[in-house]
């Protein structure tokens, strides 16, 4: 029994190419010719049929692979709009487990879409080995092409190859993994009965945000292992004699006792759901479970939400250029070409602040201008290119772009790579929101002394950290009434929003014993306190 | 390894069990939604679905997130004429000019109800709940009328125990003359031909020939026997096609005390009874007219609307309503043609010498009539009304009585109905 196992490979791919492998083909230092032009255009009918998506699938891989583009193996599933509701429904996910908030998402997309106030996703994909892309039955031949180019080969390429993929999320693995999140909740739904896994869940979905490792490597998820883990664990939990029920008064004076008493945890732990699910007093084997699926989702999703401006930008990048590449080398006829330029150019658009549609940076128009604003300066640099990004000024494109793709993520990417002259297009201005001032302040615009300032703000605009309220726990109550104290560290004195407490309650729900939230400003003062005792709610 | 997949017939409906959770959560709301639907519409229009509303904050998913306050810096797109260090006025709301991180808060966003569609099935189900209706009853509910199913020529596709031998045998037959047609042709010329060369003399050219023929014979004979007997194209199956069953028609006579007494709990009490008998008999038959006769110590026919919203006051004379009822099965719905129910709601407040008249009117004159005739007494109070008739359901097969001070108590009266239309089959 005390052979030691090297599980840290398990579920790891052996070849070097596929996922978990550290290698990548290297990308290519420019685009491989055409091996011959086509004799005639391919077909143009605007509906579609199983062979023509055949037809442009292999032109639109033969393209892609001109660049070189790295992707895991494409399955193209065509769906109808319902299915396509059902989709987005259950965040994008083929399975996922029963949950109401899923229904209500169902219901508000199936009724917005009914009005025709919303058309459907554009396109759906999955980060999965294959990587599934979803063609929805109402398009056009030349939407179907565009979904090609921008899902199955943009976002399946980003997924295998940028870094915070390749790190968090199991390709190989995910929908195994959901398979068994779906049969394990509704096995307990059965058992324990749906109000129950209701509530946790409920509860548990409240700190999803906060249920992910933030700078540790994960452990693989697979359903082979998961099955065989999760009897163990539940067995293993309930022997293990929790640290909070363990530690008895010590029989020393009481002044002793105070001063000798460790903290727990002996650090602020910022991953809330894997504290709880550890460390929650009170709740059952199978609780634990659930509340570790829900967390291995998250995490599953984290990365998504790091790049959505990269992720977006680089579809969006390589379809444009995709197809281009086609019409130019004589594949696209003239109709399909224009049809998928106007739905290009409703993608990027970007409508100004103060617009009735504006809301925020659109991620497609910004990570299409960077990408796109790249490949110019490796082409053709300016002389303010040459000062701004002298390194990249007459490199190989294909390997600054394959380069810029893997190694970043939005922040880091808007940081690095944000050109004056995108700014410039854009026009952006950053305005200073500071509540000790009468009003606000234009603190840069796109002028010389404003580029470096613009960037570092856009660059922190997207940075997760900022965005959302870092809130850790901060200690355990050991001796006393075993309650949890979280602790929220303020952003530029930035306060919590009053669904703080609705959410303290869930927290309690899932802690059992009462918690305390703490809102400490810039100069470490306590600003705000909240408390929810689940004896008295 | 690339492959394109067509899953659109596949996994319809996947969110199916999330909107029943959906929906089980927001059941007290549903319920509260589908009551008012049932008090302001027609029995006929009972069976539709109904928009629900619910305050969004109810359906709120909460996670932390930053309020207003503090100091933040938001990049925008589409400057016009700001060049640094300009000042501008916050805009109303506080907020910072946009909901640039998504982090603004919800407050801003109004107090828009949730709106959605609870389809028709699903209303029953909730309206079913409320009346406490064992499951056996619902599915006979909500079942759509029954079909049967009849022959209706062939097809060719079908299940194994719908095969037509026959109509196979025809088309092997004739798909066999078909395909063999040529090489029968070939085969008997070839055989005169071999006739004739075997009748002359036999040099090696021509015993060469004969060889050659034979050859050929053989092949075409082979061929011949290579086509199939019976192959899949030639199978026929006998197509069935379901068709309703016809169905005849019936009458329903709704009859409600409007006295004072009937206060508006009462007379929804009523309704929900009058709905469940109609969707009992929607099930039976295709046609249904529905008579309403309100008295009081007159009776007269009058519309839904008014039968239902319509106060009136004075004292009652149950045997009035009785007595219009009798006298419009005679004079419009001849018991040959009609299958005649009768439902009658009343707080079982009745003039005191009535009674026993309503009890010799019912026994004598309508019972005969109808096939079925429900009593409800909406108030737990005895008067002699309810001895009258308690006496008389004793007797009759086709009379059944309840007491229904709650909604809940409805369906029993129903219990009797199926009990005999379950003999009756």
């Not at chain 1, 921008?150 to 398979?179: C, P």
């Not at chain 1, 409240?206 to 067995?235: C, F, H, I, W």
């Not at chain 2, 064992?134 to 125990?161: C, M, Q, V, W």
Request: contains cysteine; hydrophobic residues 35%; negative net charge.
């Amino acid at each position: 029994m005390s052979d030691t196992y090297d599980r840290r490979n398990n579920g790891r791919a052996a070849s070097p190419g596929e996922y978990g492998g550290r290698r990548h083909p290297a990308p290519l230092s420019a685009p491989l010719p055409l091996k011959e032009r086509p004799t005639a255009r391919l077909p143009a009918p605007s509906d579609w049929t199983f062979e023509l998506i055949e037809q442009y699938h292999d032109v639109i891989r033969a393209t892609a692979q001109r660049f070189g583009l790295d992707t895991y193996p494409n399955q193209l599933e065509i769906i109808t709009a319902e299915q396509m509701m059902d989709a987005y429904a259950s965040v994008g996910m083929p399975v996922n487990y029963r949950h109401w908030s899923y229904g209500k998402e169902f219901i508000a997309t199936e009724k917005n879409y009914r009005r025709g106030q919303m058309g459907l996703a554009y396109e759906i994909v999955i980060n999965s080995n294959p990587c599934i892309s979803y063609l929805m039955e109402e398009n056009t031949m030349a939407m179907q092409a565009l979904v090609i180019a921008h899902a199955a080969y943009g976002h399946n390429s980003f997924f295998k190859g940028n870094y915070l993929f390749r790190m968090w999320t199991d390709a190989s693995s995910i929908i195994d993994y959901l398979v068994y999140a779906k049969n394990y909740v509704a096995a307990c739904e059965e058992r324990h009965g749906i109000d129950a896994v209701e509530l946790l869940l409920d509860s548990c979905h409240a700190l999803m945000n906060y249920g992910v490792d933030r700078y540790r490597r994960p452990s693989k998820l697979s359903l082979t292992q998961e099955l065989a883990r999760a009897k163990d664990r539940e067995a293993y939990a309930q022997q293990q004699v929790n640290e909070i029920w363990r530690t008895l008064p010590p029989k020393l004076g009481r002044d002793e006792a105070e001063k000798e008493a460790p903290r727990f945890p002996a650090e602020p732990q910022e991953n809330l759901l894997y504290f709880i699910e550890k460390n929650a007093p009170l709740l059952e084997p199978w609780q634990r479970e659930i509340v570790r699926i829900v967390r291995k989702v998250a995490q599953y999703f984290y990365p998504q939400r790091q790049t959505q401006v990269m992720n977006e930008g680089w579809a969006t990048f390589w379809h444009h250029h995709l197809l281009n590449t086609m019409y130019d080398d004589g594949f696209l006829d003239d109709g399909i070409m224009i049809e998928c330029l106007k739905s290009h150019t409703n993608v990027v658009y970007q409508p100004p602040v103060g617009h009735p549609a504006y809301s925020g940076m659109n991620p497609y128009a910004l990570g299409f201008a960077m990408y796109t604003d790249i490949k110019r300066i490796c082409e053709a640099p300016t002389e303010e290119d040459r000062l701004w990004f002298p390194d990249m000024a007459g490199s190989s494109w294909l390997e600054t772009l394959d380069h810029a793709m893997r190694n970043f993520k939005d922040e880091s990417f808007i940081g690095q790579y944000l050109s004056p002259r995108v700014m410039r297009a854009f026009r952006l201005f950053a305005i200073t929101d500071d509540d000790t001032e009468p009003t606000l302040e234009v603190s840069a615009i796109h002028d010389e002394s404003g580029y470096r300032n613009l960037r570092e703000a856009m660059s922190r605009q997207y940075d997760l950290g900022s965005r959302e309220p870092n809130i850790q726990v901060w200690s355990v109550n050991l001796r006393g009434d075993r309650s949890l104290m979280l602790r929220h560290t303020q952003h530029n004195n930035r306060p919590l929003h009053d669904g703080a407490y609705e959410v303290l309650k869930h927290v309690a729900r899932l802690w059992g014993f009462p918690v305390h939230l703490e809102s400490v400003n810039g100069q470490g003062a306590v600003a705000r306190r909240w408390t929810v005792d689940p004896s008295t709610t | 390894m690339q492959q394109i997949i067509d899953r659109r017939l596949a996994g319809k409906n996947k969110s199916i069990g999330n909107r029943e959770r959906f929906l089980r959560r927001h059941k007290e709301q549903i319920r509260e939604a589908v009551r008012r639907a049932v008090e302001g519409r027609g029995i006929r229009d009972i069976a539709q679905g109904e928009d629900i509303h619910i305050p969004k904050r109810d359906i709120s998913e909460p996670v932390f997130g930053h309020g207003q306050g503090g100091s933040r810096e938001m990049v925008h797109p589409g400057n016009r004429d700001f060049v640094r260090g300009d000042r501008i006025e916050r805009p109303k709301g506080g907020g910072g000019g946009g909901a640039g991180s998504g982090n603004a808060s919800d407050s801003g966003e109004g107090e828009d109800d949730f709106v959605f569609h609870l389809t028709k099935e699903e209303f029953m189900q909730v309206f079913f709940d409320d009346l406490a209706l064992p499951n056996l009853i619902r599915t006979t509910l909500a079942e759509t009328p029954e079909y049967k199913t009849h022959r209706a020529g062939f097809s060719s596709d079908g299940t194994p125990n719908n095969l037509h031998v026959v109509r196979s045998m025809r088309g092997a037959i004739g798909r066999r003359i078909a395909l063999g047609s040529e090489s029968r042709r070939e085969l008997h010329r070839l055989e005169a031909l071999l006739e004739d060369l075997r009748a002359q003399p036999g040099t090696p050219a021509r015993l060469h020939e004969i060889e050659q023929i034979e050859a050929d014979i053989a092949a075409l004979r082979s061929r011949i026997d290579r086509i199939p007997y019976l192959d899949p194209i030639d199978l026929r199956y006998r197509s069935r096609v379901r068709t309703p069953v016809p169905t005849a028609k019936a009458v329903m006579f709704c009859l409600m005390d409007v006295s004072g007494s009937m206060d508006e709990a009462r007379k929804d009490l009523a309704k929900r009874f009058f709905i469940l008998l109609y969707l009992f008999l929607t099930r039976h038959y295709e046609k249904i007219e529905i008579v309403f006769i309100r008295h009081h110590t007159q009776a007269q026919e009058v519309s839904e609307h008014d039968f239902f919203h319509a106060t009136e006051t004075g004292g009652t004379v149950v045997s009035s309503a009785l007595v219009l009822m009798e006298d419009i099965i005679q004079a419009r719905y001849p018991r040959g043609e009609w299958n005649i129910y009768g439902a009658q709601a009343s707080d079982g407040d009745n003039w005191h010498d009535d009674s026993p008249r309503c009890r010799e009117i019912l026994e004598q004159k309508i019972l005969p009539l109808v096939r079925y005739f429900a009593y409800i007494q909406v108030v737990e109070q005895e008067q002699n009304l309810w001895h009258e008739y308690s006496d008389l359901a004793m007797e009759s097969e086709n009379f059944a009585i309840r007491k229904a001070a709650e909604v809940d108590q409805i369906y029993p009266v129903f219990r009797d109905l199926f009990k005999k239309e379950g003999a009756a089959k």
